[in-house]
Structure formats: C-alpha cells, structure tokens
C-alpha cells in the first residue's frame, strides 16, 4: 500500500486530540463546499441563461440572412429566385422588408423599424411562440401589425384597443419637411397580436405583411430589403453562409445568426468568463483555510514526523503525506459541494422555485462541461493549496 496516502487518510479521518485544529479543518472544509457549490450554481445559471438568451434569438433572427452589398434593396430576380428556392439545404425561406420609421399611437410616437413579412414567416423564426397576446398575421386580414411588448407599453397601444389605429409613418424622400402633411407615407395599422423577446427586439419591431411595407416605402412587387432563411436540422451555418456568398457574388451579404448578433454574443460569453474569475478568486480565498489547516496538522504532528524519519521515511514521503491529505480534504469537500449545488440546481430546473418574472423561471441547465469545470478547477487549487502548505516541511523544522 502506498505509504504516504496510508497516513494521510489516517490523518484526514482521524480526530485529533487538538480541539482547534478539528474545528480549523471543518471550516476549511465548509469554504471549499461553499466556493465549489457557489462556482457550480453560477456556471449552471449563466448556461441556462445563455441557452436562454439564444432561444430568444431563435425568435427575432434566421440562421441565415442574405441583404443587399450596396443600398438598402434589391430585387427578387429569377436567377436569386432559382438559386434560393432550389437549394436543399435550405428548409424555408422568406422575403422580408426592413425600414427605420415613425410610429405613433395617438399623442404618443416612437422612432422603430417596421418589417414587413411573408405569411410564412413563423416557419423560419419562432415568432408565432413568442406571442403572449393575440394572433399572428392572417392573409384574410387586411392592415394588422404585431407589435413588441416594450414597445406597446410606450406607445400606450394593445391589440383591444379597436377604436384606434397604430399609424406608421416614413419620409418621402426629397420633399423635406415644410409641410409635415405631404412629407410623409403612412399607413394605419391594427395591432392584432403583442410579442416578447429580447429588451433591444421588443423595443424596436412592428411587424406587417410585405404588401403593407411595399405600399408604405413606395416598393415595387419584386423589391426587398432581405431574405431570411431556415437551414435543414444538420446543415452548418457557417459552411453553409461562406458556400452561398459565393455563388451570389459581392452583389449580396450573407450574414449567420451569430454574424447578425455578434456583440451580444461576445458580451454573453464576456459576462460567463467574469463571472467564473471572481468566483474562482472566492475559491481561492477559500483555499487559503486549507493551507492554514494543513501547516496546523503538521505542527501538531510534529513529534510524529520525528518519529517517522527516525523509522526510515524519506522527506519527499513525508511531504507528499501532507499533499495528498490536503489534496483528500479539498476533493471529499468539492464532492459535497457538487452534490449540493447539482440537487439545487435539479430542485430549480424541476420547481422553478426563483422567478425573473410571474411567468418565466429563472433558467439553470445541468452541463457536463461546467461539471468538469468545477472539478479541474478545485482540484488544481486544492493541489497547489496542499503544496504550499507542505513545504514548510523540512529537517530543521522537525529536528527543531
């Protein structure tokens, strides 16, 4: 049997006689429990909240999006026809109309941007399931809008609100605006459904039907701002954007999901690395009990190791006693605090006992990467903490 890890697990699970150095190591103990759960909770909340924040961008971005190089439109000619609707790899795809405007709602008005869309347009984005009240835009309704959340509540607007019109207006280019009258589009809208999503998407967003946008902007049948797209289950995005950009040329702009979001996806990732660096650094802090509990146990054992030099152990034998029981005392205390942290995080997952809002769970996600994580990270720590406090070790100090 390994002589040093005999001693050690003698030393860890063996009481001693040393009333201070017993409650010295539980609380060593307890701070590694506490940091590995704390560590573990964050990185499991923080992955449910970035799964939730990419569910949110299922809702308001396609995988694919394809606008014009130059200019803001360009037309849905025969040869993009062809290429786009005889492309396998492609399962849906819709033509789309984006424009800044003015909306208003009585006396009250924001600056947005009105999009006008297919009907087919909830089979390439989940905007259908993010309707919390009312419909969706019908064919055999004529002059509806949806509307986002933020945005209504600003505009003081709701879908029950049948006597007023939400009216989108837009400049005419080159009339100026000496007389407001004649200086803008517009058309009058009923808003017939109210979505969430995203705090910039909900803000921003008045979704019409394309025939709708063309009248507003004054766009011919043809004429598009966009076109966005659903890619088959296994297609990669990635691949499947660079192999498009060439077959359209430097006439279009191909653009993927995280392309289109890019910012939000740094600050995302951004947010999750932080937020593992500080708690690490409570961690490590954490570990510094270890080290005190340790350089304890190997003061009280002094005479012990007196006698165990005199019986023929080497001083590498006796400092790796002190590694490995350091190293024992951090993993029986990060198997804990991950048992701990995991039943809360299932216990959330499967309750929802803490709420962002009345209806949506605060979100957590079990992932075995976080899990792995957790232990690298604790147990390079306990390591590194359990080897500084072995090196105090030394003839002089035993013999002393």
Known sequence: MNFPLYIAKRYLFAKSGNNAINIITIIASIGVIVGTAALFIILSGFSGLRTFNYSLLDISDPDVKITAAKGKSFFYDASLQNLVSKDEDIAVFSKVIEERVFIKNGEKQQIAFVKGVDYNYTDVVGLDDAIQVGTWLQKEYTNTSIIGNSLAYKLSAGIESFGEYLEILVPKTGTGFLNPAQSFRSINTQIVGTYFGTEDFENNYVFVSNSQAQELLNYKADQFTGIEIKLRPEINEDDFSEQLQ?????????????????????????????????????????????????????????????????????????????????????????????????????????????????????PVELRLSNLFIVIATITVLGFLAAKVASSRISNGFINK
């Open 246 to 362: 060439e077959k359209l040329g430097t006439q279009y702009k191909v653009q993927t999901k995280a392309q289109l979001n890019e910012l939000f996806y740094k600050v995302i990732n951004t947010e999750n690395f932080v937020s593992y660096l500080i708690f690490t650094l409570i961690v490590i802090i954490a570990m510094f009990t270890i080290v005190g509990a340790i350089i304890m146990m190997i003061i009280d054992k002094k005479k012990n190791l007196k006698t165990l030099l005199s019986l023929g152990a080497t001083m590498p034998e006796i400092k790796n006693i002190f590694v490995l029981q350091g190293f024992l005392l951090t993993t029986v205390s990060m198997v804990i605090g991950l048992l701990i942290s995991a039943g809360l995080v299932a216990i959330q997952q499967q309750f929802q006992l803490f709420m962002i809002t009345s209806s949506i769970p605060y």
